[in-house]
């Protein structure tokens, strides 16, 4: 168990609507990534938030936004879904800014499917 | 062309077998390379981690990084049924501001007893 908790683990709906995917790192841990995980792209970086400030920006769309609260928890919030946005979305944590040594400790995935 | 390329397999071998595992990247500012091991359903957890060029050995398991030729590789020896899972590199340039791990699709090995 890598203390990373994400919620929910499954979540099924349908094209046009929005959804909320929940994250909380791992007590201590600051910063909190989001990536999405599909068949064909791999996993790729969306965003990263330390400390409630945006911190890093990968290739996350325009109808996707994400915020870090004062808890630390985080919400990626994806909205007007596209059947391609069905995948895997993970979240990580690690306990500073991101420095380039730093150890990513990953959630189990939320899959979210869009039909 | 890709920042990180690394063949999808499947690799299948049996019990017992060195594997090897590589990938190659185009971006001469990445330093820090790290392998993943992500069993199926599951999160990825870091392996192996390395900072430049050289060799670092855990157990059975061995991260080579060959900077002239953007290549990086992960060894297992003695491989087991329980090594079975998708093995991701990943890596990350030292002093690019806004950045973050960039991983490689995935391998996918399957070892068999």
């Known amino acids: 168990d890598s203390g990373v908790t994400q919620t929910p683990k499954h979540l099924i709906t349908a094209t046009g609507q929005r959804v909320t995917l929940r994250c909380s790192p791992r007590?201590?841990?600051?910063?909190v990534y989001w990536y999405q995980q599909s068949l064909d792209q791999g996993l790729q970086f969306l965003i990263q938030?330390?400390?409630?400030?945006?911190?890093a920006k990968g290739n996350i769309l325009e109808r996707f936004s994400a915020q870090q609260f004062p808890d630390l928890h985080s919400e990626l919030n994806l909205s007007s879904l596209e059947l391609g946005d069905s995948a895997l979305y993970f979240c990580?944590?690690?306990?500073?800014?991101?420095?380039?040594?730093?150890?990513?400790?990953f959630g189990s995935g939320t899959q979210l499917s869009v039909l | 062309q890709k920042e990180v390329e690394q063949d999808p397999g499947p690799l299948s071998v049996p019990e017992g077998a060195i594997v090897s595992l590589n990938c190659t990247y185009s971006?001469?500012?990445?330093?820090?390379f790290m392998w993943y091991r992500q069993y199926s359903r599951k999160g990825p957890e870091l392996l192996m981690y390395?900072?430049?060029?050289g060799n670092k050995e855990d157990g059975r398991f061995t991260a080579q990084v060959d900077k002239s030729s953007k290549y990086i590789s992960l060894f297992i020896r003695d491989s087991q049924p329980s090594d079975s899972a998708t093995y991701l590199c990943a890596m990350r340039a030292v002093r690019q501001a806004g950045t973050a791990l960039i991983f490689g699709k995935g391998t996918t090995l399957s070892v068999s007893s």
């Open positions: 990580a944590s690690s306990i500073g800014q991101g420095a380039p040594n730093e150890k990513l400790f």
């Open positions: 390395t900072y430049s060029s």
């Open positions: 007590s201590g841990d600051l910063s």
């Open positions: 971006n001469s500012a990445f330093q820090y």
């Open positions: 938030y330390y400390n409630g400030e945006e911190r």
